[in-house]
């Protein structure tokens, strides 16, 4: 393991941070009664002070942390100053070998300029160029990777049978390249794919997925804005620069992986005689096969490939009861961002990731602060985690599950935070998922004690279950989820919210996620005791925290259990 150097004015940031006062204007904690009050809960959420949350996104997003990329200089630096933090408010060391860190094998690839790929067509060589028309990628670890082959139109990419629809009935795909669209197949019935919510097999890292267990060289993913509820912007800067996976990951890969713009294949199937938009309504019905397409694909995948390790941060708070201190609950928000990128010959420019995600990770430390200095712990004990590799595919995440400090079977609870907008008093508050597990009325009562109201999730069809840390948990049978503000505060009008929301929102994954003086981190302060509220709540149960009967994932809790 390296050790990392913590500058001098990252050890005095350290110090201003761990003293700074509260917010001007601080929020008073409430009493909650829902569930009762455990002893020592109130002393805890009354030791969270917005004013150093406030501090530590400010230096976890300045030009010293560089973007906070894994594997990179500034993100050691992000994982030594949480570190820092866990040892200062008194946690135990939950990593390796004693330690707060627990080192995980990543491989990074960075595609290279000499990549190239080639589509003809019946009536045309397309070239599809980097950055414009297309972001072309490698996921198997190869430094260099040919794939030569025709295309075929799968649909969606889907293999669900417990929805009836099979999108490779039929058809041999080895190696092939797939043309496959992001999202599912359209439903308002949520018995069939989740009706307007999205489900994961809506999510491009299925697509992929599943193409490589379906034996596929390569695929080709359909970006549309309206689809994928993000922009090409946001896919040019997320698949630009270095991609990082599991190094010791046993799933099957795509030798070639791309999103492509939607100009750009309706140009290619234009040039076969079909309209994209009715391909996609072709798609979305029952009884579609794949087809394949009178196109041969020439792909040349130039990687820099690159071995590293990088950190999860992990502190533990023992709990008080001889027994329940066996289990676990956990609180999670990954440090890492997207780093330092360059595109197109411009200057290298940081990706300060401010919201996304210092905002949670200075909610974990100071949720740490808060209940290590209590004068009385929950009865289960407590893991606080700063995950590593979330932009990069959830891998931090997916490490720690497979190596957790605790057996997973032990574990009640994830409570995951992921970009806390800062707009003041929340009065609303959000966490899809909960209410697929044991305790969505112990939720429901501590949001009322916080005087907030419960909403369900704004865009369900944008599959944010999926996008975030707690979805690893999850995917293991561990009951999990993310907390949110809603959209009303108090003190501000809807239409305020909205615009200064839409300005946040416009800085996803851009440099442009920069701390802002006037940003009110009153919001990430109440969210800190309502999650020191749930320590204490969830922690006194009788029992582990369960999906309800019939969820997808209370199979996989089961299984754990045995």
């Known amino acids: 393991m390296r050790r990392v150097m913590v500058p001098c004015f990252l050890l005095l940031a350290i110090a201003v941070a761990g003293a700074a006062s509260p917010a001007k204007h601080a929020h008073k904690a409430q009493a909650p009664s829902g569930g009762g009050i455990p002893e020592g809960m109130l002393a805890a959420m009354h030791g969270v002070q917005a004013g150093r949350i406030r501090a530590d996104v400010k230096l976890l997003s300045s030009d010293a942390m560089e973007g906070r990329g894994t594997g990179a200089h500034g993100g050691e630096l992000a994982a030594a100053y949480v570190a820092e933090q866990f040892k200062a408010a008194g946690l135990e060391p939950a990593g390796d070998n004693g330690s707060y860190l627990q080192r995980v094998p990543l491989v990074g690839e960075t595609t290279l300029s000499e990549t190239s790929l080639q589509l003809k067509t019946p009536k045309s060589l397309r070239t599809l160029r980097e950055f414009d028309d297309a972001m072309i990628f490698n996921l198997d670890h190869r430094e260099k990777a040919d794939v030569r082959s025709e295309l075929v139109f799968v649909g969606y990419g889907i293999t669900a049978p417990e929805f009836g629809w099979d999108d490779y009935a039929g058809v041999d795909v080895k190696g092939k390249v797939l043309l496959i ?3 599912e197949p359209p439903s308002d019935d949520p018995r069939f794919f989740g009706g307007k919510a999205l489900t994961y097999y809506g999510r491009w890292t299925y697509k992929f997925e599943q193409a490589a267990r379906m034996g596929a060289a390569g695929v080709l993913l359909i970006h549309k804005t ?35 713009q939607w100009e ?17 309504e072709l798609a979305g019905k029952r009884g579609f096969r794949a ?48 780093g330092m990128r360059q595109k197109d010959g411009e200057p290298p420019s940081i990706y300060h990731g401010a919201l996304d995600n210092a905002t949670g990770t200075a909610i974990v430390i100071e949720m740490a602060r808060a209940m290590a ?54 009065q609303e508050i959000e ?19 916080f005087k907030m109201t419960v909403r369900a999730p704004r865009h369900p069809e944008d599959g944010g279950y999926f996008r975030s840390d707690h979805f690893s948990f999850a995917m293991q049978g561990v009951p999990a989820f993310s907390v949110e503000p809603g959209e009303r ?3 501000h009008i809807e239409a305020w919210v909205k615009t200064k929301s839409e300005e946040m929102d416009h800085s996803y994954h851009q440099p442009s996620d920069e701390y802002k003086d006037e940003y009110d981190y009153r919001t990430d302060a109440i969210l800190a005791r309502f999650g020191v509220a749930l320590a204490y709540r969830v922690g006194a149960l009788r029992d582990l925290v369960q999906w309800k009967s019939g969820d997808e994932f209370e199979r996989l809790r089961k299984a754990e259990a045995e």
Request: include cysteine; hydrophobic fraction near 45%; charged fraction near 20%.
């Open 181 to 183: 669209l992001v999202n």
């Open 226 to 260: 309206e689809m994928a509820s993000y922009g090409w912007e946001v896919v040019r800067s997320s698949w630009s620069g270095e991609r990082s996976s599991l190094a010791d990951d046993p799933d099957s890969k795509l030798a070639m992986a791309a999103w492509v």
């Open 264 to 280: 750009s294949a309706n140009a290619l199937l234009a040039d076969c005689g079909m309209k994209i938009d009715e391909l996609v």
């Open 291 to 338: 087809m394949p397409l009178p196109v041969s694909v020439t792909a040349h995948v130039a990687s820099a490939v690159r071995h590293f390790e990088s950190s999860n941060v992990i502190g533990k708070l023992t709990g008080s009861d001889a027994e329940l201190k066996q289990q676990g609950i956990f609180f999670t928000g990954h440090y890492d961002h997207l």
């Open 373 to 426: 200095a209590a004068s009385a712990r929950p009865r289960r004990s407590v893991y606080f985690v700063a995950t590593t590799a979330e932009e990069q595919g959830l891998w931090g995440s997916a490490y720690l599950v497979r190596h957790p400090p605790v057996p997973l079977s032990r574990i009640s609870l994830d409570v995951n935070f992921d970009a806390i907008k800062p707009l003041g008093i929340p």
């Open 431 to 449: 966490a899809d998922g909960m209410e697929r597990t044991s305790i969505a009325a112990l939720f429901e009562h501590t949001a009322a004690d």
């Open 489 to 491: 505060f108090s003190g």
